[in-house]
Each structure stands twice: as structure tokens, then as C-alpha cells.
């Protein structure tokens, strides 16, 4: 099977692009990743497979917990998840923001690349950035405690937005620290092992 056609197998039923089009892009996105990945460490997944798995499938599995049509993904790294929902969903408007410049040169060379005319990087540290319009969903995966993530990041969402965060266990101690309205969404991701979550904390002021 070639490496489209496992995408697009991967990736079934996560998307609102067609299927073929969607997977020639991810496709595209892992081999720039895994190529600047041996100059740059980007990730600390090598392998094409494992990417797959714990880079698009994991990505994607959010995709029904995000509202509204303007998004930020706050410390994106690669491009995760941020960019993997800009590519399925080019209907959506995402901010990719991350304070490493060699993370964001490789992000714009990947919208140059693609040709990805829903995207916009920033390079910033999530506390300076103080964007014209507020977002409907801040996303995070690189941020280690709820509490932080809206400290650093409120500045960022709309009133009636909502900061979304994945996580692995449910973060009990984290979430007594949380003073807005939130509810907790598991979900499995097919074929990786472990616990899986998203924290939907609701901007109600």
C-alpha cells in the first residue's frame, strides 16, 4: 500500500476535503517533516508509520470538539495539531503560533509548499501575542497544566470561545484549579495504546 493510500485509510472519516486530496497533502506535510526532521528535530517521532498514528490520527481526532471557524493552535510545534485540521478542514481559518524559529520556517515552507491559504504563523511566545481579533478555539497539545494555558493565552478568546486541550489521563488536580465551565470528552484514537482526552473549557466571560 503506498503511503497515500495508508493516509487516506488512516484518516477516514475525519475531514471535509476529499479524501484523495487530503491524503496527497498529509502525505506532502510527512515527507517535508520527516525530511527537515534529521536537521532540525522537530519531532521526536522518526518513523513514517508512527507519524501516522500519533501525528495525523491523533491530530484529527479532535476535529469534533472545535467550534467556530477561526482557530489558533497555541505552541504548534509542527504543526500539530493545527495544521493537520487546516489541511482537512480548509474551510477553517487557523493561526499556527510557536515561539521556535526554526519550527515556524519549516511551517511556512510547508504552506508555501501546499499552498495553504488558511494558514497564518506566528512566531511568538503564547503571553505576547495579542491578536486583532479574538479566536472561537484556542488549541493546545503542548501545554502541561490548564491553569497556565489560560493564564498565558486569555487574551486570545472570544467571549463564548473556548480553549480546547488535549490530554492523556483525565487531569483531575488540573481541572479543581479551573474557575470556568468545562467538561471533559474522551475518545479513542485506533491503534494507540493509552488514555485519551479533550478539556473543552467554555470563555463564558
Known sequence: MSLIDTIKAATLGHHSLEPEKMAEKLSTY???LHKWNKAYNLTAIRDIDAMILRHLKDSLSIMPFIKGSHLIDVGTGAGLPGLVIAIAKPDIRMTLLDSNGKKTRFLQEVKRVLALSNIEIIQSRAERYHPEARFDTVISRAFSDLEDLILWTTQMVAVNGIWLAMKGVYPESELSKIHYPYR?????????DGERCAVIIEKDR
Open 184 to 192: 471533559v470528552e474522551t475518545y479513542k484514537v485506533e491503534g494507540l
Open 30 to 32: 510527512l515527507s517535508l
